[in-house]
């Protein structure tokens, strides 16, 4: 049926390799430690690339598996909601604009989002930020008019840490030819995974509030009868849905105003949901142990990280509402 | 997942938009009275006349049968084509009482009223809520006791829409006492003109008679007109309140992404004492934004809403979700329309004003969102019971 946004028999496998693909427990772990070097676990990211993770959006006689922006938002959004970190963003997008079979097969890609003044085009030149220096062997450089990939001749300068342990900030500085492809594809693709990943996160702090409410008992009875801490859950799970349907839409639709409608909602879904989540655990909430502060932390650092409120305003409100159908 | 329609899904389309931008009233919609409900009966003919009233009725009763995906691109291009989208006076019967009798009715009460309906020659209210039973509905106490081959009515129902210009009204009745406060409700087809009615309207908040009180002393009503059965109107009434399979608000919703539209045109335009666009004022720009995007949201989530209903004949209970979202944010675009235009916004008779204190009802009827939210909580997460 057209006018459909129920995940399909096909969508729905994806979807289960996934969850049976990725740890949310190791990869809570990995993030709690904040270890040096790079965050992707190896052993996960190269069975992400066995099964086509990267190349599934491109066509089968390109090497990938002929599937499209809505699979890769599904894929996305399993990512935050298992908290799973790496390079995955900028991997994908590359793939999918630039299909190699290094890409496809998961040579990492860190994205460039220009910080100051710069030129993305046929020449990418100026300052970036990136949340991947640990770990890219090239680089992807967006903007809401083209993309650029970048394999040679760039300065790394680390930046402080960022609350989010899954991140590795750093600027970088670029002055190189590059192949460039002119358009707002890969920028809206970039913007529909990113509000992805925020949808998982809002849906993980859904999860983990009703299983904890549901069992911690006060009072003689589970809190999640309790009608302030219902209608708190009832709230996290509007804005989930709201950031999930709105991202699927927006991923069928590719459609730039739809995408930055949808990082925008999902951005707040990911915040507040995860604030809420740290409150509904009390003073659980607030420990170390506790997943909640992770989803708290990645859902900022990805909330910033193609640019600030204002460019996501103004990417909204420019034209008259885009259609869906 | 898929969006694309199909070349004779979009001849459909481009056939509707045709016909409405060619039919749909261009006057605003009077806010009550006698004008209103001509208005709104005019424009129902019209539909109905073109063949276009009844989108996914059953031809044999005067609608149309078409798809499900048919109706949502004749509601998504009735919204963009500005048609009326206020609830008028035809709206209970067209998205109410009609899908009832459809789904629970006799051949006979179906014969009788569905064509009329979609014709617009019967107006019908909702004999729902009652002032001891609003969102807990199964606590009403209008009492009925069978007499011959009729029910005798005796109570009260309260915050009627619209009664005092009805013809029929979809009544609930107390006709035992079961096991469960739902057991022993009886859904019955009331005529409005049955002597012993009597119908008092309540002025709202709006300064408009919106709706009303309805008092019955000992109301005849032929056992005929009941249906399904004696006591069980419970089920009856819950079989149409997924109201259309989710559909049921989608020109609002759609409307609702014009409105914004027109509020963001009108910031670009409009300037500050200092000759500044309203728009570039972060705190109104962020409030537009955010009216736009969860506008989108709300049309993703009803689409996510049909297409589940599509695949189960149980209606999910994630409708409650999307009616949260929406009446909320109906409210805030109804704010930010007054907020935007200074002391003209304010202007009391003026549609900002009128429609800022008219959508106070939309977090109250159908559930006020507090019990939606216990609904979210309990249905759609599972949380444990409450009270």
Not at chain 2, 227 to 251: H, I, K, Y
Request: charged share 20%; hydrophobic share 45%; proline share 5%.
């Amino acid at each position: 049926m057209p006018l459909d946004l129920v995940p399909d028999d096909v969508q729905r496998a994806i979807v289960d390799a996934a969850v049976d693909l990725l740890d949310p427990a190791a990869g809570a772990a990995a993030l709690r430690s904040r270890g040096d070097g790079p965050v992707r676990d190896a052993g996960v990211w190269e069975k992400a690339a066995d099964q086509g993770w990267f190349g599934l959006a491109l066509p089968e006689d390109a090497g990938g598996l002929g599937l499209g922006a809505g699979e890769l938002a599904l894929l996305h959004r399993e990512l935050g909601r298992t908290l799973t970190a790496g390079p995955y963003l900028g991997t994908t997008v590359a793939a999918t604009l630039f299909p190699s079979p290094e890409l496809i097969g998961g040579r990492p890609v860190g994205v460039l989002i220009a910080d100051g003044p710069s030129e993305v085009g046929p020449r990418v030149t100026g300052t970036f930020r990136t949340d991947d220096r640990e770990d890219a062997a090239a680089w992807l450089a967006l903007s809401p008019t083209g993309a650029a990939f970048v394999e040679t001749a760039v300065t790394v300068e680390p930046t402080p840490d960022s609350m989010d342990p899954g991140a590795r900030p750093a600027r970088v500085v670029v002055d190189t030819a590059a192949r460039y492809a002119e358009g707002p594809e890969a920028w809206t693709l970039a913007t529909v995974l990113v509000a992805a990943h925020l949808a998982g996160l809002a849906q993980g702090s859904v999860a983990a509030s009703v299983a904890h409410t549901a069992v911690r008992e006060q009072f003689g009875r589970p809190i999640g009868s309790f009608q302030m801490v219902q209608q708190r859950c009832a709230d996290m799970a509007t804005r989930a849905d709201a950031a999930t349907q709105l991202t699927l839409l927006a991923a069928l639709a590719r459609e730039p105003q739809l995408a930055a409608s949808a990082l925008l909602v999902a951005s707040d879904a990911a915040v507040t949901n995860a604030r809420d989540d740290i409150q509904n655990h009390g003073g659980m909430g607030f420990t170390w142990e506790v997943d909640a502060h992770l989803r708290l932390r990645r859902a900022h650092g990805l909330r910033a990280l193609l640019g600030d409120a204002a460019d996501v305003r103004a990417a909204v409100l420019d034209g008259p509402a885009a259609r869906a159908w | 997942m898929d969006l694309t329609l199909n070349a004779s899904e979009r001849a459909f389309r481009d056939e509707v938009a045709t016909w409405l931008a060619e039919n749909a009233p261009r006057e605003r919609r009077p806010p009550a009275g006698p004008a209103m409900v001509e208005f709104d009966v005019a424009w129902q003919r019209r539909q109905f006349d073109a063949g276009w009233a009844g989108i996914s009725w059953p031809a044999e009763y005067g609608g149309r049968g078409l798809s499900l995906v048919q109706q949502v691109i004749w509601y998504s291009e009735y919204a963009r084509a500005g048609a009326p989208t206020e609830t008028g006076v035809c709206f209970v019967g067209n998205a109410h009482a009609g899908p009832t009798l459809i789904a629970c009715a006799d051949e006979e009460l179906k014969r009788r009223h569905l064509p009329r309906i979609l014709s617009g020659e019967e107006i019908w209210c909702q004999g729902f809520s009652e002032p001891g039973a609003g969102s807990d509905l199964a606590g009403l106490s209008t009492r009925a006791v069978i007499d011959g081959d009729h029910l005798v009515v005796n109570g009260q129902k309260i915050w009627t829409s619209y009664a005092h210009h009805a013809q029929q009204q979809e009544l609930l009745v107390r006709t035992s006492t079961g096991a469960r406060r739902q057991d022993g409700i009886t859904w019955v087809v009331c005529p409005m003109d049955t002597p012993g009615i009597e119908v008092r309207p309540i002025r709202t908040i709006t300064g408009h008679d919106d709706f009303c009180e309805v008092f019955y002393d000992d109301v005849r009503i032929p056992l005929t007109n009941v249906v399904g059965a004696v006591d069980d109107g419970w089920r009856v009434a819950m079989s149409t309140l997924s109201f259309e399979r989710g559909t049921g608000f989608l020109p609002e919703q759609v409307e609702l992404v014009a409105r914004v539209d027109e509020l963001v045109d009108l910031a670009r335009t409009r300037t500050d004492r200092t000759g500044r666009a309203l728009i570039e004022d972060s705190g109104l720009a962020e409030r537009l934004a955010t009216a736009r995007a969860e506008a989108h949201a709300v049309l993703a989530m009803t689409l996510a809403v049909i297409s589940r209903n599509a695949r189960s004949s149980l209606p999910g209970p994630e409708a409650s979700m999307v009616r949260l979202l929406f009446s909320q944010l109906q409210q805030r675009v109804a704010a930010l329309a007054v907020d935007l235009r200074g002391l003209e916004g304010l202007a009391e008779g003026s549609p900002w004003v009128h429609d800022y204190l008219y959508l106070f009802a939309t977090t109250i009827a159908a559930g006020t969102k507090d019990v939606q939210r216990g609904i979210v909580a309990e249905r759609v997460l599972g949380l444990p019971r409450g009270r």
